[in-house]
């Protein structure tokens, strides 16, 4: 059921955004320190350039956590208002 409020109501999938966000993290880091040590400073510069932008995404992402349901509502919160019975917006 479309209640037309959808962009008002919609849920951010911010866990699985935060879990994605750590397994960049984990892999730039990784990629930063191995060209770093085998001496390849193009690709270790990419991989700290990587770095930065999850490390950037992370504050976002853990910035609207820490905001609370207004931009991810729990569980209990309807994503639509709910179904008070009626004919409807058409009359059916």
């Known amino acids: 059921m479309r209640t037309g409020n959808e962009p008002t109501t919609a849920r951010s999938p911010l866990r699985l955004r935060l879990c994605l966000s750590l397994w960049g993290l984990a ?9 770093t040590l085998t001496g390849r400073p193009g690709w270790a510069a990419a991989c700290g350039l990587f770095l930065v932008l999850v490390l950037v995404d992370l504050a976002v992402i853990i910035h609207h956590i820490h905001q609370g349901p207004h931009y991810q509502p729990g569980r ?17």
Do not use: K, M, Q, S
Request: cysteine-free; charged content about 15%.
């Open 76 to 92: 209990d919160i309807p994503p639509y208002e709910p179904d008070h019975g009626g004919p409807g917006r058409y009359g059916h």
């Open 27 to 35: 892999w730039a880091v990784f990629g930063l320190t191995a060209f």
